[in-house]
């Protein structure tokens, strides 16, 4: 018990780290989308990122619950 609260911070920053990485990679895919609605550039680029951006946002949202379950998982230990 003790080892896997010690590692808690080290995961808990790992996750923040890819939490934060998936979110830029996110807002760097909308502004290609953004930038992709210049008809000269044309629809296989807006579709490209749109669908990366999807896939972006699946990762964050997948990071951010495994973050909360780790700090509810802690919370409940200072709990007892």
Do not use: F, H, W
Request: glycine content about 8%; proline content about 4%; charged content about 40%.
């Amino acid at each position: 018990m003790a080892d896997s609260r010690r590692d808690r911070p080290n995961e808990s920053a790992e996750l923040v780290k890819e939490l934060v990485e998936g979110l830029t990679a996110l807002g760097t895919y909308l502004e290609l989308a953004d930038r992709a609605l210049d008809p000269q550039l044309g629809p296989e680029i807006l579709g490209g990122a749109i669908k990366k951006s999807v896939g972006q946002s699946k990762r964050v949202n997948e990071i951010a619950r495994r973050l909360r379950e780790i700090l509810c998982d802690e919370s409940a230990d200072d709990d007892r």
